[in-house]
């Protein structure tokens, strides 16, 4: 990801940490750009924790924890992150919504763009939102902005759903996370209303890792990531 521009478009407002955080570190360290979108905050389908504290909790108390969590991840990280403040727990696909993330892909003019994998029944706004950022990089590339845009094809990649096995997702592409493990956990800390997501990825990363250490047989890898390239390698040889 050397010098790479990477786009990331999730659903709530941890979905890139915990799916691609040693990604977005990795690029950073390669000398890349990061730009996370978060197209909710998460306030009504992610945040069950916060509305078990009391009657007084409201969606923008939520919400402001939440965003004010992922701020301060994407800090660590060395991320941009901006908040589109959609409505989650059903997210809705809209023309509106489209065009405004569209005009967000125009601007940032992403070489790799990230986003979420086309089914997961355990968080359905998840589906809606891959979707959703698909529909709009379509009409950045090759839609009715094309006449205005310079934007040249990035690649494209989904990270893994929760459930992986469930989903029947099948990873093609590993990133190697292993010397910004520590800076992963480090943004991973910040996660106070989801503590649950720790030991989660830390596990997930840590077989992802031994995966491609079997297959590489390099016994330096410990952690990796792993996501499913939509766009097809192109190249003069195999290898």
Not at 130 to 159: D, H, K, N, W
Not at 160 to 185: C, G, L, R, S, W
Not at 213 to 228: C, K
Request: charged share 25%.
């Amino acid at each position: 990801m050397k010098q790479e521009r990477l786009m990331i478009i999730g659903c709530h407002a941890l979905d890139y940490l915990s799916k691609s955080g040693g990604a977005i570190a990795q690029c950073m360290k390669n000398g890349g750009t990061v730009k996370v979108v978060c197209l909710t905050c998460g306030e009504r389908g992610e945040a069950n924790a916060i509305w078990k504290e009391g009657d007084r909790v409201t969606e923008a108390y939520v919400r402001e924890r939440k965003r004010s969590e992922a701020q301060r991840a994407a800090s660590i990280l060395g991320a941009d992150i901006e908040f589109m403040d959609f409505r989650d727990h059903c997210l809705e696909m809209t023309q509106d919504k489209v065009m405004a993330i569209s005009e967000l892909i125009r601007e940032f003019a992403p070489t790799v763009f990230l986003t979420h994998f086309m089914t997961d029944q355990a968080n359905p706004d998840h589906m809606v939102a891959g979707r959703m950022a698909l529909y709009a990089l379509a009409c950045v590339c090759e839609g009715e902005l094309y006449q205005e845009s310079q934007l040249t094809r990035p690649q494209i990649f989904l990270f893994e759903p929760a459930k992986p096995d469930m989903e029947k997702f099948n990873p093609d592409t590993y990133i190697d996370i292993t010397e910004v493990m520590d800076q992963k956990k480090q943004a991973m800390a910040c996660v106070e209303t989801q503590k649950y997501l720790i030991p989660v990825c830390e596990e997930r990363d840590t077989y992802r890792g031994t995966l491609i250490r079997l297959l590489t047989g390099n016994r330096e890898i410990q952690y990796a990531e792993g996501f499913l390239r939509v766009t097809p390698y192109i190249g003069k040889s195999l290898s």
